[in-house]
């Protein structure tokens, strides 16, 4: 009997030690797995309140789809972006993804340098080639040694479309009778019938650089070929910038400098700041991009309207266009694959619908049944763009040409516009830019 009891204890004590190693693994059963944040940093430009809120919604809605990933989002101004960037993506813990200005000065300086994931496997995962032409794609692409640019690989995708323009003040037109002019001797005639009212014909501010080369290249378009301007930019067919068409348009701009058709102390005068006296009413027009429309419909008790710069008589005439600012992925981000779905979400329908609300031109086709009010300053932008590229006359940013072009024009520009040199002068002092990147 002793023996039994002893036996019986023993079992007893066994199953008491089973049934707490069973107790004890129970919760590790039942319990969930948790999720492990995964955290994409993204740098964008669009700094501006409606485009901030396109982003936000954007990111927003991709973290919902997407359990678990944080969109880490920096905003930078384009000036920013430019000088930090670089040194942003070769750093182990840079952005995933980024904006990077197509050329060569940022993008071709990039891919130079071993810094941009190639994207083709995704182009063909996505079918990207479905969203953008050859032609737009080409905008984006450099080949591996970042020599070549407009061919190779595809290094961004753009999200939006692009067109540069002249904004009007329908309010003030109407006011004062002025009319939308249909030829360049045209609007010539009118800058010089607004600033004998009194008036601003531009409102436009040359502190920040960039604008001035959108002053000048809305002329230039005017006056040169696509072949001419394609071969510029992409540096191929060994042409020229000083030329005849590209002394007239310098001739051109100094000569608006000096009627005083721009706004008072404009050397002084930011991008923004310009922008915000133009929508205050100081200022009948301003030349630049379609970009800045969904800026124009609210809160303001002007209305505006966008027409392309309009041809010299008899003639055709390009416009600087094309596609935004595109998203590209760093070479050595460890989440190239939700990079890449980034992308893709950001060149989406429901992306393109967002913009086109926002009343910007997406390079994305709209959705079917999209709501979209065209009967608006955001239908004038859209019906410009589509003539542009039906008509096979996008232009190009003429700072894409070389590393250093976008730093020239702006430098020499400033010399144009303040008669510290000629036209001949600026042309020259480009050029010599140009033919001491085409000797390497």
Known sequence: MKRMRLTIAILLALAMILGACQGSQKPAQTQAPATEETTLVVWDQFYRDVESQVMDTLNAEFEAAHPGVKIERVVKTLDDLKVTLKLALSEANGPDVAQVNQGRSDMGAMVEAGLLLPLDSYLAKYNWGSVFSTSVASRNSFTPDGKTFGQGNLYGVSPTAEVVGVYYNKTMFKKNGWEVPQTFEEFEALLAK??????????????????????????????????????????????????????????????????????????????????????????????????????LINDTDQEFGFFLMPPFEGKKALAIGGVGIPFAIRKTSTKADLAAEYLNWMISPRAAELWAKAGMLPAMALPEGADIDTDNLFGDTLRAWDAINKGNAVGHYIDWATPTFYDTLVAELQKLLGSISTPEDFVSAVQKDYEAYLSK
């Open 194 to 295: 607004i600033k004998e009212s009194g008036q601003t014909p531009i409102s436009f501010g040359s502190l920040d650089g960039w604008n001035a080369i959108h002053e000048f290249s809305a002329i230039q378009h005017l006056l040169v070929s696509l072949d001419y301007i394609n071969n510029l930019t992409y540096g191929v067919n060994n042409v020229s910038f000083k030329t005849e068409e590209n002394i007239k348009a310098a001739a051109i701009l100094q000569q608006w400098a000096k009627a005083g058709y721009f706004t008072e102390g404009y050397p002084g005068i930011g991008y923004d700041d310009s922008n915000a006296l133009f929508k205050a009413g100081n200022g009948a027009m301003t030349i630049t991009g379609s970009w800045l429309a969904g800026e």
